[in-house]
């Protein structure tokens, strides 16, 4: 049974920083992504990696803040998100597939998610 396990979230204030982690068990690195969600509205993406953390793809709303990264040895994914801004809040989720073709942050392209960590941003 795969597990992801996130956590780094919190409370923060608007312009600053906070880096996610999620940890996979067993491992399943070929493609990852972090996706968010806030109450009533759909799961959207973030970023996606593949390639071994060669290749990130992110949505319009983290480019330039928000950096994907991934440390293959301790089988974890990071979402590092600097200058925050209070529509960043959302419950955060990491999620995975035995996959890396075609690796985007969509909902249906991912079959293994973790259960969230809330991040919100006050102004």
């Known amino acids: 049974q795969v597990r992801l396990v996130e956590s780094g979230g919190g409370s923060v204030q608007a312009g600053g920083s906070l880096r996610l982690s999620c940890v996979s068990s067993p491992v399943i690195d070929s493609c990852m992504g972090w996706f968010r969600q806030t109450p009533g509205n759909q799961r959207e993406g973030v970023a996606a990696?593949?390639?071994?953390?060669?290749?990130?793809i992110y949505e319009n709303s983290a480019k330039g803040r928000f950096t994907i990264s991934q440390d293959n040895g301790k089988n974890t994914l990071y979402l590092q998100m600097d200058s925050l801004k209070p529509e960043d809040t959302a419950m955060y989720y990491c999620a995975a597939d035995d996959m890396s073709l075609g690796c985007i942050p969509t909902i249906t392209r991912f079959g293994y998610w973790g259960q969230g960590t809330q991040v919100t941003v006050v102004s």
């Open positions: 990696i593949y390639a071994g953390g060669a290749r990130t």
